[in-house]
């Protein structure tokens, strides 16, 4: 079959589908977006999350034949989609509110000095805040679990800029990490969260 | 394997009429564990997903219309006040991503024991409707399982909704499982106090071949508790009372040995289960009277 | 390779920020991680390519009778189904030590899912179903699943009439192999004993579960060979088992290594990689094989669960007398990596601890059960699980704290050891124990709100089981030694490609290995001490391929000393030369070109003074300096396999930790609060990273402790739970803080005093959340994962 949806953006079709082919299968194996990861294919893992219509889903669970017509954003979308929310104003349709982590905490690394950058590897690659936060806070290890991390991670903080540790946990508990134990991986959306409040902050907003 | 995109619920009911084999797919949840893992090729896919009326809740006077596909998250957000121990139940589905998608018609078409809105379903009490080109009907929770993963369905039925009664009364719901978050019930619990016609249900999962009732426990509860003038008292439920109830829900078990858990660990859960949500209710209920929240944040 | 989407690239990383040795240098291959660009071995795709499929054996033991794949070829879309007959050559059989593996099942399969036929077709479905047309009939053998089975007298044998050099030494032909250790007199010993304890201690079968499944892509190529992408280990010791079976020399058999969704040892055996090669050398095209988690279950080896009995003696003032000590790891089908693992659980079985008097025995099993081999900490974290559960019960004995009885035995540097060897570098045992009991607790009952209970932070979690209710809180103490490289006498080496040339006005240092960068950040690493040899800022980290020596594995804990050890050799050649090269230059501009100690730092060529003498950049002009080189640790010997002695090994890890747990006494759910950690690392190059390991390497021992196993039904050999659905690991609501409390005593004998970092933590956390679960409950528990059942009698 014939499935056409809008993946980041850009409108893609995908000619002789199989209809027992999934949404994560079509974005990997048919539209070269192979970002988001096939480690579960049972929908235990979350490394295959992408936004649906903009809630967070597992793309191994959802059959390509239902995607028809409506809108996906996958990691390789995720700083253009950052950047348009960032754009169109302030902490986006969700609450703004809750306990936070103060920038102090949040700091509690070494972050990445402004400047800086991989020359072939980064450099001029346009990041949303929360990729730029895994990166810094040492989040990302054996990596297959980071795209669907960031794609949760990003929405969580789009509901609550200020989300408390309990609230990080629960927003990600359907994503395993086997490499880091977490820690960083909190550490960097604490950061994240932190370097939105303090932007926000500096413009006086 | 076809797909069939029905856009209207009439459609969808003329698809399943035409091919009964049909197995539809809302949230995935379930039927896409089975392609992926190549344990299912059905003839025929189903999308119920553009249907909007199946993602769609209303709330009457008493009751509330459930979409068959109303997210487990649109639950637990929205519904905490109408529907407390289903919104427990759905804050305990799988994981958010998960939650984001399924909802109360994929349970109910599995029918497994161990899905989670059963025994919140169970507890509450209330009804399916399920419909077919043939007409629709209403079949009450209490005689929806028929067995392990069999319900009382017709071939070419649909589940358009659930119907439940607002809570009157506190309800809980609790389930163990052997990992924090993301995990399938080891066995599950749910209570409702039905203030009004002085009666309490329950719904257990995951501990026989279908969710079930503890009817005894509940027969035997409200027994106690009008005896004792509690409802009217709020006077806190005697030890003696509580731990009858326990026994009574751990006995309406039948539970197997698996690789999740023994039979012998599931019936003595429940009892503990059992034992702390009417602790919690009753705590609720003495608490304000006539909150249907239980005693717990649970965020 | 022309037609190949998402080839590894070079990871170039350039810093105006000191980005050498000891800074937290952030990953190169960072921005294509979270971009999703960074090219895993699942996401290679080509044109034309292949979708590659296993079809497994259903039943553990079984004579096959006939396979009949008539059917299958018939299908549209299907390019081939092969199975042992089609092999191409005499070499049928690959394995890391023993090769008794066959490629595909001859005649006879050993464990439930073990490769029998293998389908090329044009996608993944069509291969499915056309597997599903493949008739094979089997005729069930008895299968022997523990050692009571596996050693009776009438018992089938695994392997029957093999040859390797183990089969002469072991006490029955299903024994892979066994290794005494045999120090002092137990037996007298224990006569000086004020207390003897005893302990029979069973070790779950645990799963690496990496995210990224066993994949790769293979491509035919014109001159007959055929290039290979995968996620492996170690490339040359695949290359060494592919390329017999294939019929090819080696140098046709070109490796790349492709993203490596995490390891953890169960990449070190083969999984898709010859079976991609001979469906794409049968087919003329490019075949990609993609396990999926149900396959993967199958797909590589396991922890090796064991059964272990332990008697400790001591004196009433807390000092060990002697230890007797009985291993029985299960091995499965196949010896996959079992004899290193007897080999550390022997030399490993009496723990940190200094004792004079013992009498070890550790043996590996051929069973039907899956076959186990590498995991992180393999040997050493079943026996420290063993080990530290004695000293527990020990101190409960002697009515002593746990931890000041672990700190009297502690042993140090110049430790005589049971294998005779002597510890020749920081053993700071004590100290780490020291450090970890001083950290601060965390509060109580975290759970308590002004709204009631947050019950995210209580046993159960999200499933609301409890608010507050049986409740209880336990605190435990664990501390483990690991050895860290390849032990007894395996050669143990790297190679490491370094060039230094001018780009754009700019000194630029290229390395190139074949190590596996599997998330542990080596590539990091690389480049850092690429900065502090060479004096540069901008490294390219080349892909790692079979095109420059072997790397040797990514396991051990040894990457960073190992072949961090030889981009530091090959580091210091080039700048021998390039020196050489500054001194025809310039040599005679100024005296210090011949007197004085020179460094290359900043991009110049600097006196140890610090007198800059020339910039690097017009040192080399238009040429560049490229080296070569293999590096080695010190040699280390065999066990005597009689009395276990011998310096088996090179350097020794140690890890401590204190976990708190919150126990539901009466549902039996753990909450587990901390788990802390100290360990000596010897000198941190990238401490971010290194913290990283430790946390990660504690959640791996966390998991075991309470959820994470492998369920293989005893009567039939299958596995009941082959699944993320019934596997569990932890989530992030499983996890809780991970304070690290990290020690830096240099080993003199290792690269910048160094000290491999990634098993340690994987040990001694296991034990610590058992022992805090057992003060919680003061139940004994000798099983792990500990489960709800065991906790409340059911």
Known sequence: MRVKFTVNGREQTADDVWEGESLLYVLRERMGLPGSKNACEQGECGSCTVRLDGVPVCSCLVAAGQVEGREVVTVEGLADFAQQRAEHGGCGAGVCGGKGTTLDEAKGWAAKPAGTGDSQTGEQVKLSPIQQAFIDAGAVQCGFCTPGLLVAADELLERNTQPSDADIREALSGNLCRCTGYEKILDAVRLAAARGESETAGTGA | MDFLRPASWEEALAAKAEHPTAVPIAGGTDVMVEINFDHRRPEYLMDLNRIGDLREWETGADTVRLGASVPYTQIMENLRAELPGLALASHTVASPQIRNRGGVGGNLGTASPAGDAHPALLASGGEIEVESVRGRRMIPIDEFYLGVKRNAMEQDELIRAVHLPKATGPQQFSKVGTRNAMVIAVCAFGIALHPETKTVRTGIGSAAPTPVRAKEAETFLAAALEEGGHWESGAPIPVSVAKQFAQLASGACNPIDDVRGSAKYRRHAVGIMARRTLGWVWESYRGDGRTAQGGAQCA | ?794
């Not at chain 3, 979708?51 to 008539?70: K, P, Q």
């Not at chain 3, 183990?166 to 037996?187: K, L, S």
């Not at chain 3, 210091?572 to 020196?579: F, G, S, Y």
């Open chain 3, 1 to 794: 390779m022309a037609g190949v989407t998402r080839t590894p690239t070079n990871l170039t990383q350039g810093s105006t920020t000191p980005a050498g040795i000891g800074a937290s240098t952030l990953r190169p291959d960072g921005t294509l991680k979270v971009t999703g660009e960074f090219a895993y071995s699942s996401d290679m795709w080509h044109e034309d390519m292949l979708w590659g499929f296993t079809l497994r054996s259903t039943v553990a033991h079984a004579e096959i009778r006939s396979i009949d794949t008539s059917e299958a070829l018939a299908q549209a879309g299907v390019y081939a189904v092969l199975t042992y007959d089609d092999l191409p050559t005499a070499v049928k059989n690959y394995g890391l030590e023993i090769q008794d593996t066959p490629v595909l099942a001859n005649g006879r399969v050993r464990h439930h899912g073990e490769p029998v036929a293998l389908v090329a077709a044009d996608h993944p479905e069509t291969a499915r179903r056309a597997a599903a047309k493949i008739k094979i009939v089997y005729a069930e053998l008895p299968v022997v699943t523990d050692e009571a089975s596996a050693t009776a007298e009438d018992a089938p044998l695994l392997h029957p009439g093999r040859k390797d050099h183990h089969a002469g030494h072991v006490p029955h032909p299903n024994i892979v192999h066994r290794q005494p250790i045999v120090r002092g007199n137990a037996d007298e010993a224990a006569k000086r004993a004020d207390v003897i304890v005893t302990g029979e201690y069973d070790f779950g079968m645990q799963d690496q579960a990496f995210l990224g499944p066993e994949s790769g892509l293979a491509v035919p190529a014109e001159d007959g060979g055929v290039d290979l992408y995968v996620a492996t280990q170690w490339l040359h010791s695949d290359l060494r088992q592919i390329a017999p079976v294939l019929g090819l020399p080696p140098e046709k058999v070109r490796m790349t290594l492709s993203g490596v969704g995490g390891a953890f040892g169960g990449r070190e055996d083969l999984s898709m990689q010859i079976h991609g090669c001979l469906l794409a050398l049968r087919t003329g095209k490019p075949v990609k094989i993609v396990y999926n988690r149900f396959e993967s279950f199958f797909g590589h080896v396991h922890r090796h669960p064991a059964k272990l009995w332990y008697e400790h003696g001591a004196t009433k003032d807390g000092k060990l007398t002697h230890l007797k000590c009985r291993i029985v790891l299960d091995g499965g089908a196949y010896a996959s990596a079992s004899p290193a693992v007897v080999g550390n659980a022997s030399s490993l079985a009496v723990g940190p601890y200094v004792v004079d008097d013992v009498d070890i025995e550790a043996i590996a099993l051929y069973t039907n059960n899956p076959p186990c081999g590498a995991m992180r900490g393999f040997g050493a974290v079943q026996a420290c699980f063993a080990y530290e559960a004695q000293m527990d019960k020990l101190a409960k004995a002697l009515g002593m704290d746990p931890v000041e009885l672990r700190q009297r035995n502690a042993m140090e540097q110049g430790t005589l050891l049971p294998t005779g060897q002597v510890v020749d570098s920081p053993a700071p045992v004590a100290e780490l124990l020291r450090r970890v009991k001083a950290m601060p607790l965390p509060p109580e009952n975290q759970w308590e709100t002004t709204e009631g209970a947050d019950v995210r932070a209580l046993p159960g979690g999200l499933s609301n089981t409890t608010h507050g209710e049986g409740v209880v809180r336990g605190i435990g103490y664990a501390v483990g030694i690991k050895n860290v490289g390849f032990s007894e006498g395996f050669d143990d080496y790297s190679t490491a490609r370094v060039r230094m040339e001018v780009i754009n006005g700019e000194p630029v240092a290229t390395v190139h290995t074949a190590m596996a960068e599997v998330g542990q950040g080596g590539v990091t690493v690389h480049a850092q001490i690429a900065r502090t040899e060479l004096g540069v800022q901008q490294v390219t980290i080349h892909p790692a391929d079979t095109q420059v020596g072997s790397a040797g594995s990514t396991s051990a804990s040894r990457q960073t000393y190992v072949t961090g050890g030889a981009v530091k050799n090959s580091c210091e050649a080039v700048r021998e030369q390039v020196l050489q090269k500054g001194r025809l230059k310039f040599g005679t501009y100024h005296p210090a070109w011949a007197t004085a100690e020179l460094l290359l730092e900043g991009g110049k060529v600097v006196t140890d003074g610090g007198e800059v003498l020339a910039d690097i950049v017009d040192v080399l002009g238009e040429e560049s300096v490229e080296v070569e080189l293999e590096w080695r640790h010190r040699p280390t010997e065999a066990f005597d396999l009689e009395t276990g002695q011998g310096n088996g090994h090179v350097q020794y890890s140690f890890a401590a930790h204190r976990a708190v747990v919150e126990v539901d006494t009466e549902l039996g759910l753990v909450k587990v609060i901390e788990l802390a950690c100290a360990q000596d690392v010897g000198k941190a190059l990238n401490p971010l990273s290194v913290v990283g390991q430790i946390q990660g390497g504690t959640t791996q021992g966390l998991g075991v402790a309470v959820m994470e196993e492998i369920i293989v039904d005893p009567k039939t050999a299958k596995v009941r739970n082959p699944s993320f659905t019934d596997y569990l690991i932890p989530t992030i609501l499983d996890t809780p803080t991970i304070p690290v409390d990290v020690l830096e005593l240099a080993d003199e004998h290792a690269p910048y005093g160094l000290r491999g970092i990634g098993e340690a933590p994987t040990l001694s956390s296991t034990p610590a959340v058992l022992s805090a679960i057992r003060a919680a409950t003061g139940l004994a528990l000798t099983k792990t994962p500990v489960r709800p059942e065991h906790l409340t009698g059911t």
